[in-house]
């Protein structure tokens, strides 16, 4: 292990080590700290100028209160749950099927179409900006969550594949051999033998993919225009516009905002971790 | 007689699909960037009595953010329009009726005499001799000012140029920032533009600059930026004014920590919630700079208009001509602590809407404000460049120079 | 199989199982790939030739597309504001890049077995899970010239106010330092994983031959570390060229474009309040995209090259 063990070390490096850590992960995670704070503030402290110290006012509930009551901030939740989970269920499903395509056999173009499926990962969002918010108006999707879902689908297909196909591959190929000798067909090796083994990438995909949607803002301010289909990361941002110098309310908003990524993550973090650092200890 | 009471039954029938399918053609779909609670009520309440003097009409607002409506009204008007469409009057409205994406209302103005009613409005409702939509609420611009801090100082409102400087001065050595001001969003930039234009060339001069017939490089312009410096280089403005949006500009104004704030008078509300009164908070014209050149001013016209690609333009046309009408504009400015824009609309009776009534009553035109009345990309540069002009006054060929490149090319 | 139906019937299925069965192997792989494929031809890779396409043309998105061949690729050419565009995104790789060494810094800081370390190593990650707007907005306070938590700690230290995000040199590295934050978070996840796999006999047998410390970081564990790096300078470039949601939230590209970036300055181009220029917005799309493709074909080399040693 490296560095060297801290339990192997001297009493005053462990003790070193002992207060830095908690301090550290304090100032590490100040930003948020003070979001959380300034969530429960009330407004005296702000016109007193007390925006990061110690609140004096503690209103909690009406700044909470306020959130659900005053602005549409649990339908703008709705919204991004509309678009994130049939996202996921979508990219998913058919990145299973390509990547099973792309990892099992080999036929001619196969490199070639995986390489457009992770070249197609990298390329900036705006050079499909343009054509996507066309075709979604020509199509009558645009506005609706409808039209978010289906292009989210689309685009996080990309990296699915990535990850599905190299997780597939390398699966033993004994036992698609062996499927093949007892007489299965193509499909019932896909979903009886392959899809079991490929639970633990699913659940990965799965939960790293609702983050990135949850959290997405661009297409969200592109191919959205209206409150009733606004995810909340687009209504975060016209709160702000409304709200403007009322920090607590905003804040309370942003906590309430980050809340289902967040759990998410501290319920499934093995699974996150193993997605997001795929390939990050083979070599 | 079986027979008869089948066919009553029948005819009962018919009429009562008929009476539904009535209901779905006689509903009216507005869209508002009405967001703001008191524009929100005010349509509310205006689409309620629309309702009441039209039974047989259903009106279905939807309601937009009023910044993010800027940009998706481009869309549905060109995609799924509804029937009736807020917007602004002037240039801004250009871009839509040149791509023939609204209807002519001509007829509407002529049927209900709104070219006497509506008079003040006239001109910045009509592209190409035809009307393109109806005017319901305006709003004056002018420098809200402390009064407090004016009369401690001994400071008189001032009315000239010359006045004005001294009164920043006397401010500034009471280390008292004299102009609040947030250019986050840059527009506020654009209304000192405005005012400055209008008092320095006026009003002619400053409806051919941003229609595109004069370069920035004039020596007009040039004049303007003179006078701007005189405010500028001193450090008359708020500092880091692009830090802030307006509002965010709002507490130095109340805490006076700043004397004055040129503003429209919707900023008058926030002030007021914020904690100053009546006797604290003023209202004055920007004061004259040429001398014994017609006085004209900056008001903001909202509008509504009938997309080319409405489905129930007989009912739009209804709309139209109730929002034109002088009650229901009394009552929708009550609402909006706005000023009615039919001159047979009742006053109102507070203090700031008043003297913004005298002022603009008795202006010799009314500008729309810079973001209006040139074109939206000429508009865009036009502010970054006063923003960057207000940070760093060194800076003025340049801006001027960029300006006029971005003129040459947007007004070809 | 199906003993019970007809016989003829039963014969035609036969025919076409034993044609399925002959041609399945050949099939299956075309079929499980085409909706993928589909959805990913139409959303992805055809709106890659047709922003190219517009990108030749004078279109506002609403009136018809007018062919002005280099036109908007001239324009740029002369355009200050796309220069100034082009210059942040060079500030915002190379500062973003930064992401690396501090994260490799923490994932060694955090790599230890003390009690309660797994929930505060998750607890450092955090800051990659919650929404890119929360932490725009965050920072944007942290900055406020009034208020700001920076400006009472510059003021403690009896140094002079900054208005970060009002300054045209300094607001680029203002958004980017709040960018960081998540990329950093990232990189330290990434390299706390690839610490796990670090091989302890390799270490034992440097630290027996004297290595220590800095030499022993560099020459035994970071070659180990090289896929973990790999995937963080992939990812971190990815993120520094597509960065728009930070500037869009803290400065909206001011004070007046100091810190637009290229996919910001598209984005007002195209589909902003004050311009719909569609086809100047795709032309500064597309040279975005060329620099990336440079990048990407460098990217699937190196991948290229993995797959060959399989």
């Not at chain 1, 592109?222 to 403007?244: C, F, R, Y």
């Not at chain 2, 005010?42 to 003097?53: P, T």
């Not at chain 3, 139906?5 to 085409?34: E, K, T």
Request: aromatic share 14%; with cysteine; proline share 6%.
């Amino acid at each position: 292990m490296f560095p060297t063990p801290i339990a192997q070390t001297g009493m005053p490096v462990r003790m070193l080590y002992g207060i830095a850590l908690p301090l550290s992960l304090l100032i590490w995670l100040l930003p948020i700290i003070g979001v959380a704070m300034t969530s429960v503030r009330g407004q005296a402290d702000l016109t007193a100028g007390n925006y990061w110290g110690w609140p004096t006012h503690w209103q909690m509930i009406q700044n909470y209160t306020a959130v659900f009551h005053n602005t549409p901030i649990l339908h703008y939740i709705g919204n991004s749950f509309l678009v994130t989970l049939p996202t996921v269920a979508g990219a998913v499903a058919l990145s299973c099927m390509a990547g099973f395509a792309l990892g099992i056999y080999r036929f001619r173009f196969n490199l070639l179409l995986f390489f457009i499926f992770v070249g197609g990962n990298f390329i900036p969002f705006q050079i499909l900006m343009v054509p996507v918010r066309d075709l979604s108006l020509r199509l009558g999707l645009y506005d609706t969550v409808m039209g978010l879902v289906l292009f989210h689908t689309a685009f996080q297909t990309g990296f699915c594949t990535f990850f599905m196909r190299n997780f597939i591959r390398e699966l033993p190929s004994e036992l698609v051999d062996a499927a093949r000798v007892e007489g299965a067909t193509e499909f019932q090796i896909f979903w009886k033998v392959v899809l079991p083994l490929t639970r633990p990438a699913i659940a990965a995909l799965a939960v790293l993919i609702f983050t990135f949607i949850w959290n997405d803002y661009f297409w969200a301010t592109v191919l959205i225009q209206g409150d009733h289909a606004m995810p909340v990361t687009g209504g975060l941002k016209s709160l702000n516009g409304e709200w403007v110098a009322q920090w607590q309310l905003v804040s309370a908003g942003s906590i309430v905002a980050a809340l289902p990524p967040v759990l998410i993550f501290f319920l499934m973090q093995r699974h996150f971790i193993a997605g997001l650092t795929l390939g990050a200890n083979k070599g | 007689m079986n027979f008869g009471k089948h066919c009553k039954r029948l005819a009962l029938t018919t009429a009562l699909a008929m009476s539904t399918l009535a209901a779905q053609a006689g509903e009216l779909v507005i869209n508002t960037d009405a967001s703001d609670p008191a524009p929100k009520a005010a349509f509310e309440a205006v689409v309620k009595d629309f309702e009441a003097a039209n039974p047989d009409v259903k009106v279905k607002i939807n309601t937009f953010d009023h910044e993010g409506f800027k940009t998706s009204i481009r869309n549905f008007l060109s995609a799924e329009a509804p029937d009736v469409v807020t917007w602004y009057a002037g240039n801004r409205m250009a871009p839509f009726v040149n791509a023939g994406l609204l209807d002519d209302v001509s007829d509407v103005w002529a049927k209900e005499g709104l070219s006497d009613k509506l008079k003040s409005a006239e001109a910045s409702m009509t592209i190409n001799g035809k009307k393109w939509g109806v005017p319901y609420t305006y709003y004056q611009w002018g420098i809200y000012y402390r009064k407090d801090i004016f009369a401690r100082l001994g400071i008189n409102p001032p009315k000239t140029w010359p006045e004005l400087l001294a009164a920043c001065a006397k401010l500034k050595a009471d280390k008292i920032t004299p102009f609040a001001i947030g250019s986050k969003q840059t527009w506020p930039t654009g209304g000192w533009f405005d005012y400055l234009d209008l008092r320095v060339n006026g009003y002619e001069f400053h409806m051919d600059l941003t229609a595109g017939k004069v370069p920035y490089t004039d020596k007009r312009v040039q004049a303007v930026f003179d006078r701007w410096d005189e405010l500028v280089k001193p450090g008359y403005f708020l500092a880091n004014h692009p830090s802030y949006m307006w509002q965010e500009a709002l507490p130095a104004f109340v805490k006076g920590e700043a004397a004055m704030y040129l503003m429209g008078n919707f900023a008058v509300a926030p002030m007021k919630e914020a904690g100053l009164k009546e006797e604290q908070l003023g209202f004055l014209p920007f004061p004259s700079i040429t001398p014994n050149l017609p006085r004209s001013e900056d008001a903001p016209t909202d509008t509504v208009h009938i997309p080319a690609k409405a489905r129930n333009k007989v009912d739009a046309r209804r709309f139209l001509a109730f929002i034109a009408r002088a009650d229901t504009q009394s009552k929708m400015n009550g609402i909006l602590g706005q000023l009615p824009v039919n001159k047979q609309a009742r006053q109102p009776d507070d203090t700031y809407l008043k003297a913004g009534f005298a002022m603009l009553s008795s202006a010799h035109a009314l500008a729309q404000f810079y973001d209006r009345d040139a074109l939206p990309e000429m508009a865009k540069a036009g502010m970054d460049g006063f923003q960057r002009y207000m940070l760093n006054p060194d800076s003025r060929n340049e801006v001027l120079k960029r300006l006029e490149e971005v003129r040459s090319r947007v007004y070809k | 199989m199906t003993t019970t139906s007809p016989p003829s019937l039963a014969a035609a299925h036969d025919a076409a199982d034993g044609w399925w069965a002959r041609h399945q192997r050949a099939l299956a792989p075309v079929l499980f790939l085409l909706p993928a494929a589909l959805m990913f031809t139409v959303y992805v890779i055809a709106p890659i030739f047709q922003s190219i396409a517009i990108s030749f043309t004078d279109w506002d998105g609403l009136g018809v597309k007018r062919f002005i061949g280099f036109g908007n690729y001239v324009e740029l050419a002369s355009d200050p504001d796309f220069r100034t565009a082009m210059f942040n995104n060079v500030i915002w790789l190379l500062g973003y890049l930064l992401a690396i060494p501090i994260g490799l810094a923490m994932a060694l800081f955090l790599n230890q077995t003390v009690f309660g370390i797994r929930l505060i190593k998750a607890l450092f990650f955090f800051p990659f899970v919650i929404s890119q707007v929360v932490v725009g907005l965050v920072f944007s306070w942290f900055y406020d010239p009034t208020n700001g938590l920076l400006f009472h700690v510059l003021r403690a230290l009896g140094l002079p106010p900054v208005a970060v995000l009002s300054d045209e040199h300094l607001v680029t590295y203002g958004i980017v330092a709040a960018g960081l934050y998540p990329q950093i978070a990232y990189c330290m996840i990434l390299y706390l994983t690839g610490l796990n796999n670090v091989r302890a006999d390799l270490i034992e047998a440097a630290r027996l031959e004297g290595a220590r410390g800095f030499s022993l970081l560099w020459h035994v564990v970071l070659p180990q570390l090289r896929p973990a790096t790999f995937i963080a300078v992939v990812v971190t470039v990815v993120g520094s060229l597509r960065s728009f949601d930070m500037i869009s939230i803290m400065t909206q590209g001011g004070p007046y474009g100091s810190s637009r970036v290229l996919a910001y300055y598209m984005y007002e181009q195209a589909l902003s309040e004050y311009g719909y220029r569609m086809g100047y917005g795709t032309a500064i799309a597309t040279v975005l995209f060329l620099v990336m493709l440079v990048y990407i074909v460098f990217v699937l080399a190196q991948i290229w090259r993995q797959e060959r040693e399989l």
